[in-house]
């Protein structure tokens, strides 16, 4: 027999119970046939030698925002700066560079580092003219010149209203200065104009080679279609299949439509349908695009304080935080996707949302029973005992974000308050409560990188050194199994993905370290040496040897 390839004398671990180590995995046709003995009659076109290095199943990441990862990555990356006139000069070495009808786009300052927050003034005399929107590291303010205010409609910025729950920065004479804080950064931001669709293919290239360079090789990504923050074009699903023809889309993609992309199908008066047109829903495509569940938002943000809880947040005792569908609203959306095949993903964070999450599952499945259907809850970041106990019982996938614990847990604590703290972005509970647990980071919200995930699965420090919620540590065997098998479980996939095995599709990540042996305070520290998606190389720091 004549296969494509194997790749051997690695150390892989499987993840498959039944088989958990190999050295040897034959691929063909982009899937594995076998591995070890059961190739010793087989004969390849090719063999990589791995060099001994530790390798595992593909990373999966349950809900991470791919085009908007893109976004993030094509703008001026402005971190790195710690003073003000370096940061100008890359402004102006960007601007020789933007269309002079198009918007500089910049991210990642500090005025702790840098001094002071950017001015227009001085941004107009390195931008050539163009509009030049900065946004601040924590995301929560925004710096823009002269031109993006005259596009948004304020004249040489005069007439700059105040905004309820925003700040202005203004100089003496009543004038935007150019820094907008919170809700004020929508003054400008709604004149930013939407990615077009050859922006979106760039996008989508940049943030692909980023994730295989991560050792991810599939994605799960939230909210596409066009008129929400988190979609592109109303024509997304176009975006990502010519992405694939052209070789721009590395990882695999189960793509959740938004909520808003959703009505009401004619001909259907007595029951109604409820989705996109021709009844297209979750689980059709193949292994390189899939529908995915349809993503609605609940509630807001932990650390924002608006999340809808059921107890005020700490030190803010008229603060519940509220739900952005009310429930009502929130309960008939469920029940109607529910009953018209989709598998639902909703944003909650808050306890309180949780809850009206739960119900309307339980009302969907009382109406139309589906057994086995994979409703998920995104984030899913307080709940007390009975609330996981309950999302177990209907089936549920909560999906918390293991990145989110280093990168904002400080936040989270800050939020709660030491009597709730317990039970935020639980982990371990659900693997007790018999909760099938993915893996993700919700990039770009936080960075992508899989290993600083696991990382913080497994440490649970926050960015500070605090332990948050420590009962939740997961091992790291604990961890890996969520980011491989975990994940492909929450998109439906388990019987293509998670586990290296004969029949699954041959997607690997070769790595420095063995991440179950290594010490765990060191697990972010391990490096991805070489990725492998349907047998192919897509990513090799020199791992691969031919
Ligand atoms: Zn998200």
């Not at 296969?3 to 691929?27: E, H, K, L, W």
């Not at 593909?58 to 990356?77: E, K, N, V």
């Not at 020789?96 to 918007?103: A, E, I, M, N, Q």
């Amino acid at each position: 027999m004549r296969i494509d390839a194997i790749y051997t004398n690695g150390r892989f671990r499987t993840m498959d119970p039944a088989r958990p180590a190999a050295t040897s995995i034959g691929v063909h046709g982009g899937r594995i046939v076998g591995v070890d003995e059961e190739l010793a009659n087989v004969y390849a076109h090719r063999t990589v030698d791995l060099n001994g290095a530790p390798a595992l199943p593909g990373f999966h990441d349950a809900h991470y925002h791919l085009s908007m990862t893109g976004r993030r990555l094509q703008s001026l990356d402005l971190g790195s700066f710690s003073s003000m006139g370096p940061l100008l000069e890359a402004v102006r070495e960007r601007a020789k560079k933007v269309p002079p009808d198009g918007w500089l786009l910049g991210a990642g300052y500090d005025q702790n580092i840098l001094g002071s927050h950017p001015v227009a003034d001085a941004l107009d005399r390195v931008a050539g003219g163009r509009p030049v929107l900065l946004q601040h590291v924590s995301g929560h303010m925004h710096v823009a010149n002269t031109a993006a205010f005259e596009r948004a409609g304020y004249h040489r910025r005069e007439g700059v209203p105040d905004v309820d729950g925003g700040y202005v920065v203004r100089d003496d004479d009543g004038r935007a200065q150019g820094l907008l804080q919170e809700k004020a950064m929508g003054l400008i931001q709604e004149a930013v104009p939407g990615p077009g669709l050859d922006d979106v293919q760039r996008n989508l290239a940049a943030a692909s080679e980023q994730a295989v360079a991560y050792g991810l090789t599939s994605l799960t990504e939230p909210g596409l279609g066009g008129g929400q923050t988190i979609g592109n074009t109303a024509a997304d699903f176009h975006s990502y299949q010519a992405a694939v023809e052209n070789g721009a889309l590395k990882p695999r993609m189960t793509l959740m439509p938004s909520i808003g992309a959703f009505h009401y199908l004619e001909g259907f008066p007595d029951q109604g349908w409820f989705g996109l047109d021709l009844g297209i829903r979750t689980g059709f495509g193949d292994d390189r695009i899939r529908v995915g569940p349809v993503k609605i938002f609940s509630d807001g943000s932990l650390i924002g304080k608006s999340a809808a809880m059921h107890q005020c947040y700490h030190g803010e005792p008229d603060n519940k935080g509220f739900l952005q569908l009310d429930a009502v609203a929130l309960m008939r959306i469920i029940v109607d996707a529910h009953k018209a095949g989709w598998t639902i993903a909703t944003h909650a964070i808050g306890d309180e949302a949780i809850d009206h999450v739960m119900d309307s599952v339980e009302q969907a499945q009382r109406e139309a029973p589906r057994p086995g259907v994979r409703h998920r809850i995104e984030h899913f970041a307080v709940a007390n005992a009975e609330q996981v106990k309950r999302a177990a019982g209907l089936g549920i996938v909560p999906v918390p974000q293991g990145r989110f614990i280093s990168a904002f847990g400080d936040g989270m604590i800050e939020a709660l308050g030491a009597e709730r703290v317990e039970h935020c972005y639980r982990m371990k509970s659900l693997l007790k409560a018999g909760i099938e647990l993915p893996g993700s980071t919700d990039s770009p919200v936080a960075d992508g990188n899989p290993l600083h995930s696991i990382h913080d699965m497994v440490n649970r420090l926050t960015h500070s050194g605090q332990e948050l919620a420590p009962d939740e540590r997961l091992s790291a065997r604990q961890a890996v199994r969520a980011y491989t098998y975990g994940s492909a479980y929450a998109a439906g996939e388990e019987h293509n993905k998670g586990t290296l095995s004969a029949g699954k599709l041959a997607d690997f990540v070769v790595l420095s370290d063995d991440l179950l042996e290594v010490d765990p305070a060191t697990i972010r520290d391990v490096t991805v040496g070489a990725t492998v998606i349907g047998g192919q190389s897509v990513y090799d720091d020199g791992a691969l040897r031919t």
